[in-house]
């Protein structure tokens, strides 16, 4: 079975730079949704695989949002969840997984259309949420995220069979040159990047503060970003980022004192649900890979208490 896989990684040798199958945009007859993208956004998805929405969800919606997650980081730290991922060193609050099933005002911003007709109409399919997080990333002490492929990780360790997911970034504070933006390689989507090394048991305990394991080769970022640079995904509170599950892509810490937050959620196709993982692997937990009560996601606007209609 191996030995048919396109996109094997952690099982070779030395890294590699192997073709990527699937295509990035998929046709707009094989899905349902209203168009949500213009020719010109389309085209620039498929190009540098990610495209930015300046200020999407307005200032009242954000307000909203944002008051939710700081309640959500101080009940659930508490809580001591194994949904809530610490920063290593000082301990403060580094993710929180599963929010649109922890949180009901994060599983309504799911289902807005502006977000999920986007992914159905790019993904050419209804889509339901692989994982969602919360990346707080506090000012003074927010740690890196090293560069990385998100499929590469989804494919090794959950399973998922193809590249037919992406993630949506929706900025709830605003995101600067200074407090550690998103920072993707415009085109690296066309190539996956195959890793050495092998994977370790509950590999993820780890991963989640500091990823050592699946991490790509120092010589093929640098011919990755030789080819087509390095764009910083910087915009106001209420922005939105979608990326391709294969855009390599990371973040620099945050010494600034003001925080840099986003809400994450991943949306895989219907057509591509999770395999077994690779080499044995044990599956990750639900609340990082969604595996039961999977279905398919439909519209609904947005509702916060207090916003304006």
Not at 5 to 10: G, I, L, T, V
Not at 41 to 59: C, I, V, W
Not at 73 to 79: C, E, S, T
Not at 159 to 172: D, E, F, T, V, Y
Request: hydrophobic content about 35%; some cysteine.
């Amino acid at each position: 079975m191996l030995s048919q896989d396109p996109y094997q990684s952690r099982a070779l040798i030395s890294p590699a730079i192997l073709a990527r199958c699937e295509p990035v945009l998929y046709e707009r007859e094989q899905c349902p949704a209203p168009a949500a993208l213009n020719a010109a956004q389309r085209d620039a998805y498929r190009e540098n695989g990610f495209l930015l929405l300046p200020e999407l969800f307005s200032k009242s919606e954000v307000a909203g949002l944002f008051d939710e997650m700081q309640g959500m980081r101080a009940d659930f730290a508490a809580a001591g969840r194994a949904e809530v991922i610490a920063e290593p060193g000082s301990g403060e609050v580094r993710s929180i997984f599963d929010v649109h099933r922890l949180n009901d005002l994060f599983a309504g911003l799911m289902r807005d259309p502006r977000v999920l007709n986007v992914a159905r109409e790019i993904l050419g399919s209804e889509v339901y949420i692989h994982q969602s997080r919360i990346n707080y990333k506090p000012g003074f002490t927010g740690k890196e995220f090293y560069w990385h492929s998100d499929f590469e990780t989804w494919h090794t360790e959950d399973g998922m069979p193809a590249m037919r997911a992406l993630s949506c970034s929706i900025l709830l504070t605003d995101n600067d040159e200074h407090n550690g933006p998103l920072m993707l390689i415009p085109g690296s989507h066309k190539h996956f990047i195959s890793c050495a090394g092998e994977t370790p048991d509950e590999h993820y305990k780890q991963s989640l503060q500091k990823q050592e394991c699946g991490v790509p080769d120092e010589l093929l970022l640098r011919y990755l970003a030789d080819l087509g640079g390095i764009t910083s995904c910087k915009g106001r509170a209420g922005s939105v980022v979608f990326f391709d599950c294969n855009t390599m892509h990371g973040s620099n810490g945050n010494i600034t004192p003001y925080p840099r937050s986003n809400v994450f959620f991943v949306y895989n196709s219907i057509e591509n649900q999770l395999h077994a993982p690779q080499g044995g692997l044990k599956p990750r937990p639900e609340f990082i890979a969604a595996r039961q009560d999977v279905a398919a996601l439909e519209p609904e606007p947005l509702e916060i208490a207090g916003s304006p209609a």
